[in-house]
């Protein structure tokens, strides 16, 4: 049985879990990992499986593992790829998901943290790509700029924030548009280098090259 993204919108035990496991990472500090986020990685997991010719019952896996990818901050922000992978496990089973199908979800999320996440399929490469790209001004809760630790510093010096795949399907770029006045370009380096090598390592998964450009800089 194929379970949509869309029937996962509208489940409130799934609303709930990602509504509550925001709320865990506000409590720590955390920029926002709610439905803006969520929702986003999803589209544009989708968005990169689409624009290479996979199928589109891949291309609903991808959706699926981004709309579920951040559960796992629920149970604790440490490992939470694997708790939420175990959770996406539960729930997908409950629905009679077919094992097939909820094996590619479970380990798409359970890899999709740097530091243990590996591509190991290409609906893994989509989400690593789609959520590591989600840097924006908008997913800075703290309203206090004095107050700024270096992670809200960098969402909020980035003011445009575009995930690209050129027209022969051969580069995947991330262009951003950073407020240097906000945040020097070498403090997304110190936070987001794993960041960016994982997100290497899945564009090449997909047969793509990534390259990183901010301010119009190529960096990677």
């Given at each position: 049985?194929?379970?949509?993204?869309?029937?996962?919108?509208k489940n409130e035990t799934i609303r709930t879990y990602i509504d509550r496991a925001d709320?865990?990472?506000?409590?720590?500090?955390?920029?926002?990992?709610?439905?803006?986020?969520?929702?986003?990685?999803?589209?544009?997991?989708?968005?990169?499986?689409?624009?290479?010719?996979?199928?589109?019952?891949?291309?609903?896996?991808?959706?699926?593992?981004?709309?579920?990818?951040?559960?796992?901050?629920?149970?604790?922000?440490?490992?939470?790829?694997q708790s939420g992978a175990v959770m996406a496990f539960r729930l997908l089973d409950k629905?009679?998901?077919?094992?097939?199908?909820?094996?590619?979800?479970?380990?798409?999320?359970?890899?999709?943290?740097?530091?243990?996440?590996?591509?190991?399929?290409?609906?893994?490469?989509?989400?690593?790509?789609?959520?590591?790209?989600?840097?924006?001004?908008?997913?800075?809760?703290?309203?206090?700029?004095?107050?700024?630790?270096?992670?809200?510093?960098?969402?909020?010096?980035?003011?445009?924030?575009?995930?690209k795949i050129n027209e022969e399907k051969t580069i995947i770029k991330l262009k951003l548009?950073?407020?240097?006045?906000?945040?020097?370009?070498?403090?997304?380096?110190?936070?987001?280098?794993?960041?960016?090598?994982?997100?290497?390592?899945?564009?090449?998964?997909?047969?793509?090259?990534?390259?990183?450009?901010?301010?119009?800089?190529?960096?990677?």
């Amino acid at each position: 049985m194929m379970i949509t993204y869309e029937d996962l919108k509208k489940n409130e035990t799934i609303r709930t879990y990602i509504d509550r496991a925001d709320q865990s990472l506000a409590a720590l500090g955390f920029t926002e990992h709610s439905f803006a986020h969520v929702t986003r990685v999803a589209e544009t997991a989708a968005y990169i499986l689409e624009t290479l010719g996979y199928p589109a019952h891949d291309v609903e896996l991808a959706r699926i593992a981004g709309y579920l990818h951040d559960i796992g901050n629920l149970v604790n922000r440490v490992d939470h790829s694997q708790s939420g992978a175990v959770m996406a496990f539960r729930l997908l089973d409950k629905m009679n998901v077919s094992a097939e199908d909820t094996a590619v979800v479970v380990s798409a999320i359970g890899n999709h943290d740097e530091g243990t996440g590996v591509p190991v399929n290409p609906v893994a490469a989509a989400l690593i790509l789609a959520d590591k790209s989600d840097v924006r001004r908008s997913r800075v809760r703290n309203t206090d700029i004095s107050s700024f630790d270096i992670h809200d510093r960098v969402n909020y010096s980035v003011v445009k924030s575009i995930l690209k795949i050129n027209e022969e399907k051969t580069i995947i770029k991330l262009k951003l548009q950073i407020d240097t006045r906000i945040s020097p370009v070498m403090d997304y380096f110190e936070i987001f280098l794993e960041r960016m090598i994982l997100c290497r390592k899945a564009a090449e998964k997909l047969g793509l090259q990534f390259k990183l450009i901010i301010n119009e800089q190529q960096l990677i």
